[in-house]
């Protein structure tokens, strides 16, 4: 497979550093509000590599954290009046939905920031040890001057950017040796969660978290370090930089980026207030719809997000589930088992499309171009089935069917029907908490809320009716 590296701005064959391994890093999202969309792109793009790197025979170890100490916790749980740590363990949960709704997350370990603050110190340590770090007044600085290969990873020089901070100037941060450097640990200010340290409260810089969070979960030397593109300066930048000088070893081999989610051609951001939520989504399209609009684009090229696209993703998602179903239907419905002569051929036919798909994938992870060839295994399977042919034929193309659909994330196999199966259940339940609450039995009306909730099934009282949505 090649990758795209951001790091050598070309794309290279996959050599992990392990043979029939693959350790990954993924940047999580700053939890302290519903993710939107945007943040959704690299979490289904990478999942999708992972599933595609699983599906070659790798081993694949895959970390993305949740950054649960922050500056936009911290403004949030004084806004609410609650804790940072209630913040961020709400808004984790909550994006563990969306991650359950979007196929992602189950195979992958999500460490938090604040479990592994006394490795951070540690690593700050041993910087300060190796003269890559310095404390002022409380706050420890990296000294970015003294790690020769800074910039590499984006390109940057590094007196062009002493240029651009000299008339910028931090309050609070005037003891700087020099403007380059960074924040690894602050001082605790009034009223803020703060950790014991060897340069007194405080608490951790934001780059610092994941070159901790990588070295505990997968070590030294990584494969694959991720995230959105605005994250190559100067957050992996940093990254590098602190990694490195404390490891003595090169950090990850290989740096993947995605591209931004936009929307009206502006890039989605929580700052610009232009975003949506992946919760919105939900309370139009089941997630998986979501999930099929983002692999229909190169994860590298932006992608404009618009209502017309997820109505078309919607549509070319159920022609592919209502593929599946009918399979299904003709294969309960076919006798006999032996391959007939003629389907032999056909496999062979089959099995061409199956190295397209793998083909696409290995170059830089082409989802688009996957998909195009899962919907010319749609349009094989359209016209070259019928109860005549034999089980062992269809079960065949039922496989490579949920094979490759699997490999992008998308359960297919649950169809249009069964969804309708389940909203008239859901329906009926409804009607019954309606009645129950005309003769005031709030008891029974309760129990059916949270009956529902149990399935993932939230209620909405509205003016006009109950509405419901999945979780
Ligand atoms: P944040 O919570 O802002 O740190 O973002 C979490 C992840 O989402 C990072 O990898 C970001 O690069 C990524 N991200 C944020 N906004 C967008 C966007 N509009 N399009 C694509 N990726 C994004
Ligand atoms: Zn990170």
Not at 155 to 165: S, T
Not at 181 to 189: C, H, Q, R, T
Not at 404 to 410: A, M, N, P, R, V
Request: aromatic share 8%; net charge negative.
């Amino acid at each position: 497979m090649k990758i795209y590296n951001t790091l050598t701005r070309q794309k290279e064959e996959f050599i992990p550093t392990e043979p029939g391994k693959a350790k990954i890093y993924v940047c999580g999202p700053t939890v302290y509000n519903l993710i939107h969309i945007g943040n959704a792109r690299p979490m289904v793009v990478f999942d999708t590599l992972r599933r595609y790197l699983t599906y070659k025979g790798y081993e694949v170890n895959y970390v993305s954290n949740f950054t649960d100490i922050d500056d936009k916790i911290i403004k949030r749980s004084l806004e609410e009046g609650i804790s940072a740590a209630e913040v961020s363990s709400k808004y984790i949960r909550e994006c563990e939905k969306d991650m359950e709704g979007l196929n992602i997350g189950a195979q992958m370990q999500h460490p938090l920031a604040t479990q592994v603050i006394p490795e951070m110190i540690d690593m700050i340590k041993a910087l300060i040890d190796k003269g890559f770090a310095y404390e002022s007044n409380g706050t420890v600085y990296y000294r970015v001057r003294k790690f020769k290969v800074y910039g590499k990873l984006s390109g940057k020089n590094i007196d062009d950017l002493e240029a651009g901070h000299r008339s910028i100037k931090v309050a609070g941060e005037e003891n700087k040796e020099d403007q380059l450097d960074f924040v690894l640990w602050k001082p605790k200010k009034e009223g803020e969660p703060a950790w014991d340290s060897p340069w007194g409260e405080g608490r951790p810089g934001w780059h610092i978290e994941c070159s901790v969070m990588a070295k505990k979960y997968l070590g030294d030397e990584i494969d694959i370090h991720a995230g959105g593109e605005d994250l190559i300066f100067p957050h992996h930048e940093n990254e590098i930089a602190q990694s490195e000088a404390a490891n003595g070893v090169p950090f990850a081999k290989y740096w993947m980026h995605n591209g931004f989610l936009k929307i009206n051609d502006e890039k989605m951001s929580k700052s610009l207030g232009n975003f949506l939520t992946v919760r919105d989504i939900s309370s139009k399209y089941d997630l998986s719809v979501l999930r099929f609009f983002m692999l229909g684009a190169h994860y590298r090229n932006p992608v404009n997000f618009s209502d017309e696209l997820m109505e078309s993703s919607k549509n070319g998602l159920d022609r592919i589930k209502t593929c599946m179903h009918n399979l299904s239907d003709i294969i309960d419905r076919a006798q006999g088992n032996e391959l007939k002569p003629e389907e032999s051929g056909m496999i062979k036919q089959v099995e061409g499309l199956i190295s397209a798909f793998e083909t696409a994938m290995d170059d830089d992870l082409n989802t688009a171009d996957a998909i195009a060839c899962v919907f010319d295994l749609v349009k094989f399977i359209n016209s070259n089935t019928s109860s005549d042919n034999s089980p062992a034929f269809l079960n065949r193309l039922r496989d490579v069917l949920l094979k490759l659909t699997d490999c992008l994330g998308l359960e297919i196999d649950k169809t249009a029907a069964e969804d309708e199966e389940d909203a008239a259940w859901i329906e009926e339940l409804i009607e019954e908490r309606t009645m129950a609450k005309k003769s005031k039995d709030f008891k029974r009306a309760d129990e059916i809320r949270d009956e529902l909730l149990a399935k993932g099934i939230v209620l909405e009282d509205t003016r006009d009716g109950v509405r419901w949505k999945r979780k």
